[in-house]
């Protein structure tokens, strides 16, 4: 390193409005505590194309010209995918690194299988990696906390009374305390809350939680994303609409 990363925020000067913690979920891509939510990328048309281009392929003779051209078309849809996923990772990562302070994310490395289906999960957590580390590295460069927390049952736990409740399909009920709200949401305050925990940081019982929490939230299309190189859009503030 050649560069000298800025100081960062003494934590307790930190406002919790700059503070966020995310989820990520394999439907959604991220789900934040701000109640944004960003889908995943949609890159159907580019791996229809690439599918297409794949059969030609195969039906070209092995090592002809037109087969080696064809090779090389191949090879630039691959291309295509990974900077199109690369170029919204570094979108999303940049907005969450800017906007906050303090960032908690879940560590996925030490996820098991069992809360995404097998087919889904490899790309999903490789993906996800690569926005974590994007986001650490940015967050160092402008002197925020990163701060990588235990993902086990995060969904399950309740943020307000912290209960181990059933997982529901969507929605968080609890059953002790009757908190109810999106699921997502209710796993992105665990986040954060085990984030301040790990980093030594007492918040308060007034915790955002009861206010914020059973909003629900409009989810932001990843093209929005891309296209805005932001998430946060008109949802903040007005994220009211139910279900
Ligand atoms: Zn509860």
């Not at 913690?21 to 789900?31: R, T």
């Not at 090389?72 to 906007?99: G, P």
């Not at 399950?156 to 059953?175: D, I, Y």
């Amino acid at each position: 390193m050649d560069t000298e990363s800025p100081a960062k925020p003494p934590l307790g000067d930190i406002d919790p409005e700059e503070m966020v913690g995310i989820d990520v979920g394999i439907l959604k891509y991220a789900h934040d505590t701000d109640g944004t939510a960003v889908k995943s990328l949609d890159l159907s048309d580019e791996r229809d194309r690439l599918e297409r281009e794949q059969r030609k392929l195969s039906r070209k003779e092995y090592e002809s010209n037109n087969w080696e051209k064809q090779r090389q078309t191949v090879a630039e849809c691959h291309l295509d995918i990974k900077r199109k996923r690369r170029d919204f990772l570094h979108k999303l990562s940049n907005y969450y690194a800017r906007e906050y302070e303090l960032v908690a994310v879940e560590n996925l490395n030490v996820k098991g299988m069992m809360e995404s289906p097998r087919n889904s999960h490899n790309t999903a957590s490789a993906a996800w990696n690569t926005f974590t580390n994007m986001l650490e590295y940015k967050c160092e460069r402008k002197g925020a906390h990163f701060v990588e927390v235990d993902p086990n049952g995060t969904t399950k736990e309740c943020a307000q009374c912290s209960v181990e409740t059933p997982l529901w399909v969507r929605e968080h009920a609890c059953p002790a305390c009757d908190f109810k709200g999106d699921r997502n949401a209710n796993a992105a305050w665990n986040i954060l809350s085990r984030g301040l925990t790990e980093l030594g940081v007492g918040h308060s019982e007034g915790t955002p939680v009861e206010t914020a929490l059973p909003a629900g939230t409009t989810p932001v299309p990843a093209k929005c994303v891309v296209e805005a190189g932001s998430p946060v859009l008109s949802e903040r503030g007005s994220a009211s609409r139910a279900g």
